[in-house]
């Protein structure tokens, strides 16, 4: 059975930096997507990146975070990050790590993720 554990949420000025890490266990498909979606209170889920395990593969990055936050992989360890730079009080949100078989690049990802974590808060302030 899969599972994804996030970490590294909590608060932070606006400008700051925080970094979420999101490590997956169960995994027996040899290639997937990792993604990082998030939902502020009110609000519809968002996709914000999502990453292809292998190598050398381009993320997505929704329009909203493209230039400030960076996902990467370690493929090995079944690991994905979201270094998240510059932060805005418009990122207030909770966090989730999914995973799912199907295929993302920088245009796109699967419709629907088969796998989530539980989530981890983030919250900036002005």
């Known amino acids: 059975q899969v599972q994804l554990v996030e970490s590294g949420g909590g608060s932070v000025q606006a400008g700051g930096s925080l970094t979420l890490s999101c490590a997956a266990s169960?995994?027996?498909?040899?290639?997937?997507?990792m993604g990082w979606f998030r939902q502020a209170p009110g609000k519809q889920r968002e996709a914000v990146a999502a990453?292809?395990?292998?190598?050398?593969?381009?993320?997505y990055y929704s329009d909203s975070v493209k230039g400030r936050f960076t996902i990467s992989q370690d493929i090995a360890e079944k690991t994905v990050t979201l270094q998240m730079n510059r932060l805005k009080p418009e990122d207030t949100a909770m966090y989730y790590c999914?995973?799912?078989?199907?295929?993302?690049?920088?245009?796109?990802?699967?419709?629907?993720?088969?796998?989530w974590g539980q989530g981890t808060q983030v919250t900036v302030s002005s």
């Open positions: 999914a995973l799912d078989i199907g295929y993302c690049f920088s245009g796109g990802f699967p419709a629907d993720f088969s796998h």
């Open positions: 169960g995994v027996t498909y040899s290639v997937y997507c």
């Open positions: 990453i292809y395990t292998t190598a050398g593969s381009n993320p």
